[in-house]
């Protein structure tokens, strides 16, 4: 019997998923904003580096592919915002530990 579908277990997922141009996942990018979880649909909004980041639906379908991929998921819906903006700052210390900044 699995366990119950919850924020850290899509959280998790989200993990294995990066941004092709910085080797770094996208949770530990801060760019996770919001996981909301009812009933088997996982809604995820999520920013990117850059507003004109050209790899943002590479990395929306990635995060959605990762996210299908746990048990009890029947829908993933993930939106891409900007608001607020990004900024070095959301980066968790293991991003900045990867990035090699202090």
Same mark, same amino acid.
């Given at each position: 019997?699995?366990?119950? =579908? ?10 294995? /998923? ?10 530990? =990018? %801060?760019?996770? !904003?919001? /996981?909301?979880?009812?009933? %088997? ?6 920013? =990117?580096?850059?507003? $004109?980041? %050209?790899? %943002?639906? !590479? ?13 009890? /998921?029947?829908?993933?819906? /993930? ?19 990867? =990035? $090699?900044?202090?």
């Amino acid at each position: 019997m699995s366990e119950s =579908l919850n924020k850290e277990k899509v959280i998790e997922a989200l993990k294995e /998923v990066y941004d092709p141009e910085i080797p770094v996942n996208i949770v530990d =990018l %801060g760019l996770i !904003y919001e /996981v909301e979880i009812d009933n %088997g649909e996982v809604d995820v909004k999520m920013t =990117l580096t850059a507003a $004109g980041c %050209g790899m %943002g639906p !590479y990395i929306a379908q990635q995060a959605e592919w990762a996210i299908s991929e746990l048990e009890e /998921v029947e829908d993933v819906n /993930v939106d891409i915002v900007f608001e607020p903006p990004w900024d070095p700052e959301k980066i968790t210390e293991d991003g900045k530990k990867l =990035l $090699g900044i202090d």
